[in-house]
């Protein structure tokens, strides 16, 4: 039988003042006229966020959350092409404790890099700040001590004006990829372009895991019937070191389709996870949903009103069909 995880993304709404994303505009920054004062307030943001992320770590091992996505905005203006602060130096420590938690503690976190980072793109400028953005990635990864393999989520990317050529992009421009980039990167299906067999296209050409998403795939498909494809979904999953994952939201409504609700549909979940019950070993499922952990707690708390579900700890569950 499966053993299903769930995860949240990013911040708490139970923990209070605990943002690990606030940042400082570049135009705040170079409004400071002291450059070395400015640089010390980036560092005094990013080490508060750090310190929230940390303070959710520690909230996740309270109720057996195992499976968390750090925010990409941990470090503001990092990658920023004006600034040039040597912020690996100067949150060394700070990002060690974290990674060191994490691992002590035996929990998965990874990073969905922003929307902009696209490696299909035929503007070589926006491929070279998005390679840049995903190295910022790894270099947060390393900091940390964790292992950099199969930790960053994100899109194929845009359709452009052929979204057929534009698929063929993607995989020409990865010979352009750094390695140790390459080998960091998991792919989704999306909600609006690229469907459960554009991405496998991709995924077991270039041997990438496959993060699948149920709601997208509700929103942008070709067949419906997202149960044809789960072997091969399963399979690109084959050579990583980590237990496969997948995101789980709903839509927010009818009109609003595409939109995140607030909550997960309990008892669509525990539908699409009884189909794919014994099929994995186990399955790390990220929530995204408005309500953040509340979602998580909320979903638990349906889940246990089926006999069918066994909860392993406060976040984990087996089904017994």
């Known amino acids: 039988m499966t053993l299903f995880r769930l995860g949240y993304v990013a911040m708490s709404v139970h923990v209070k003042n605990s943002s690990p994303s606030q940042t400082m505009s570049y135009k705040s920054f170079s409004n400071v ?3 070395e004062a400015a640089i010390h307030k980036l560092e005094k943001i990013a080490k508060s966020n750090i310190s929230n992320c940390f303070r959710l770590l520690i909230h996740n ?3 057996d959350i195992h499976f968390f996505r750090l925010s990409s905005r941990l470090v503001p203006l ?3 092409e004006k600034v040039r602060w040597d912020y690996k130096k100067a949150l060394k420590d700070d990002f060690l404790k974290l ?3 994490a691992l002590e503690h035996q929990m998965r976190i990874d990073f969905h890099p922003d929307h902009f980072v696209v490696l299909n793109s035929p503007d070589k400028e926006i491929l070279k700040t998005s390679i840049l953005t995903l190295d910022h990635h790894y270099q947060l990864l390393k900091l940390m001590n964790i292992p950099t393999m199969h930790r960053c989520v994100f899109h194929l990317g845009g359709k452009y004006e052929d979204k057929e050529e534009s698929l063929e992009r993607f995989i020409s421009n990865w010979a352009i990829v750094p390695n140790r980039i390459q080998q960091m990167i998991i792919l989704e299906n999306d909600d609006k372009t690229y469907t459960i067999e554009d991405i496998l296209y ?3 050409k270039l041997n990438i895991p496959f993060c699948f998403d ?3 795939h509700m929103a942008n498909h070709d067949d419906p019937d997202w149960i044809v494809h789960w072997d091969r979904i399963v399979n690109t999953w084959n050579y990583s070191p980590l237990p496969m994952k997948m995101h789980i ?3 927010k409504s009818e009109q609003q389709f595409r939109a995140h609700a607030d909550y997960i549909n309990g008892e669509q979940f525990l539908s699409f996870a ?3 019950n014994h099929s994995v070993k186990q399955l790390d499922c990220m929530i995204e949903a408005k309500q953040k952990d509340d979602a998580l707690f909320q979903l638990v708390n349906d889940l246990e009103q089926y006999s069918e579900v066994q909860m392993v700890d406060q976040a984990s569950f087996t089904i017994n069909v």
Do not use: F, M, R
């Open 33 to 35: 006229e002291d450059e």
């Open 214 to 216: 149920l709601h997208h």
């Open 61 to 63: 091992k309270a109720n």
């Open 249 to 251: 939201s709903s839509p």
């Open 99 to 101: 990674g060191q938690y």
């Open 78 to 80: 990092a990658t920023h």
């Open 274 to 276: 009884k189909k794919i």
């Open 202 to 204: 991709v995924c077991e």
